[in-house]
């Protein structure tokens, strides 16, 4: 089956750090830009970041200087690390491909990115 595994989510203070991971399962991630995104209670799919499969990144401005992704395809993996957590971080994180360039992510057109996972939790607390 394609998809990703994703993990790394948990329970944090306000100020913490967090590293998430998505892992591809049954394809390799070298032609594919990886996105993460995250869905809060209450409210719409948000894009957080992405990377090409050139090694571009783009992240939403809520995150800039905050979280950092990266991916290594020897793993077939792309991580989110994040750090100066924020309670309104709080969300299930996921992430999905499309082939080479972020430009659904970036068109905010999520429909058509494949292979997404069941998610991550992230809490951050007070």
């Known amino acids: 089956q394609l998809q990703f595994v994703e993990s790394g989510g948990d329970l944090v203070q306000s100020g913490g750090s967090l590293r998430l991971s998505c892992a591809a399962s049954?394809?390799?991630?070298?032609?594919?830009?990886i996105g993460w995104f995250r869905q809060a209670p209450g409210k719409e799919r948000e894009g957080v970041s992405c990377?090409?499969?050139?090694?571009?990144?783009y992240y939403a401005d809520s995150v800039k200087g905050r979280f950092t992704i990266s991916r290594d395809n020897a793993e077939n993996t792309v991580y989110l690390q994040m750090n100066s957590l924020k309670p309104e971080d709080t969300a299930v994180y996921y992430c999905a491909a499309e082939r080479y360039y972020c430009s659904g992510f970036i068109g905010y057109d999520y429909n058509g990115m494949d292979y997404w996972g069941k998610g991550t939790r992230v809490t951050v607390s007070f």
């Open positions: 049954g394809f390799t991630l070298d032609y594919y830009a």
């Open positions: 990377i090409s499969s050139d090694g571009a990144t």
